[in-house]
């Protein structure tokens, strides 16, 4: 219930990307007026077609590295902007840095001038490739700063710091998750992690590219999971990171053979030199999400994958039959 009564109303930052909008969605099921904050560099208004139409979802185009100016009352603010793709990583650097400093700084401000609660979309990228495994919230982290992925790793570090400032500074109510190797539905094809990067190369019949030899791990959450610990961290008291991911570890060759077995592709499969810093294992310790928030995974590494090839599989062909109609 809002403070003045009536319906909540809930920000979220980066709300056409592919997790935004699903958390978009579960609040309006939950019963939210739902604001949804995007400039589309890399989200689109494809994920959000079917809830725009709905009184109570609202689409703002602004970049949040802009002053964030929001008429009317909120109570929570989901700041879930920011490109997480290892493409995105090379591509448009300067602006992953700047979501992460100036795009934090003013959703908390924003969060700050309403009286709203704040949760901060963080990653597992801010314990790099970790030296202890699995990865607790109090480790802090191995990351090379100057690395191709420092851009990422280090504007999410800097967002958790700003973040807790504004908690101490002036007494903003936050919440922190560490989001895990999160998957499904509305991914971009070409995302560049592995899971898109594999379907996408799986539906078109051609060989998945696996970097190294297949035996780093990561431990892949559907992102339906994702969300309900995400609404379940911005209703408890803890205030302290939490880890949300799934505690099971795979090897990327036996995600790769899953999609493989699940899309029924007779693709095969190459190996490619290992990127610069990229993790040869992560996996997190949930102990903290188990405890405050009783969560923990439902859905299994080869039912998530099920439902994406499908959801893949469905866009390809509309989009086909969409071109054919040109």
Do not use: W
């Given at each position: 219930?809002?403070?003045?009564?009536?319906?909540?109303?809930?920000?979220?930052?980066?709300?056409?990307?592919?997790?935004?909008?699903?958390?978009?969605?579960?609040?309006?099921?939950?019963?939210?007026?739902?604001?949804?904050?995007?400039?589309?560099?890399?989200?689109?208004?494809?994920?959000?077609?079917?809830?725009?139409?709905?009184?109570?979802?609202?689409?703002?185009?602004?970049?949040?590295?802009?002053?964030?100016?929001l008429a009317g009352a909120l109570e929570e603010v989901y700041h879930f902007a920011s490109p997480a793709s290892p493409a995105d990583f090379g591509r448009i650097p300067l602006e992953i840095l700047k979501v992460g400093s100036l795009g934090t700084h003013n959703a908390l401000g924003l969060a700050?001038?309403?009286?709203?609660?704040?949760?901060?979309?963080?990653?597992?990228?801010?314990?790099?490739?970790?030296l202890v495994h699995p990865q607790h919230e109090g480790y802090r982290g191995n990351v090379n700063p100057v690395g191709p992925r420092g851009v990422y790793d280090e504007a999410k570090r800097y967002a958790e710091a700003v973040t807790m400032a504004y908690r101490r500074h002036h007494?903003?109510?936050?919440?922190?998750?560490?989001?895990?190797?999160?998957?499904?539905?509305?991914?971009?094809?070409?995302?560049?992690?592995?899971?898109?990067?594999?379907?996408?190369?799986?539906?078109?019949?051609?060989?998945?590219?696996?970097?190294?030899?297949?035996?780093?791990?990561?431990?892949?959450?559907?992102?339906?999971?994702?969300?309900?610990?995400?609404?379940?961290l911005m209703r408890c008291t803890e205030t302290r990171p939490v880890n949300v991911g799934n505690p099971t570890e795979h090897t990327v060759r036996e995600v790769a053979d899953m999609i493989l077995e699940v899309s029924g592709s007779g693709s095969g499969i190459v190996y490619k030199h290992l990127p610069e810093d990229d993790p040869t294992r992560r996996c997190p310790d949930i102990a903290r999400a188990r405890e405050v928030l009783n969560w923990e995974p439902r859905v299994a590494a080869r039912e998530g994958l099920t439902r994406t090839v499908e959801w893949f599989a469905n866009r390809t062909q509309f989009w086909e039959t969409a071109s054919l109609r040109l």
């Open positions: 219930m809002s403070r003045g009564g009536g319906k909540p109303r809930a920000l979220v930052t980066g709300g056409a990307g592919f997790v935004g909008s699903h958390l978009c969605e579960r609040l309006l099921s939950e019963g939210y007026r739902v604001v949804c904050m995007d400039n589309l560099s890399t989200g689109s208004l494809e994920n959000v077609a079917h809830m725009r139409g709905d009184p109570d979802f609202e689409y703002v185009d602004q970049d949040v590295t802009a002053h964030i100016d700050h001038a309403k009286g709203a609660r704040f949760v901060l979309a963080s990653t597992s990228e801010v314990y790099g490739d970790p007494r903003v109510d936050t919440r922190i998750v560490r989001i895990f190797n999160t998957y499904g539905p509305r991914m971009r094809p070409d995302d560049g992690r592995m899971v898109p990067n594999f379907v996408s190369q799986a539906l078109a019949g051609e060989p998945l590219t696996v970097y190294g030899d297949g035996s780093q791990t990561r431990s892949v959450l559907y992102v339906d999971d994702l969300v309900e610990g995400v609404f379940r």
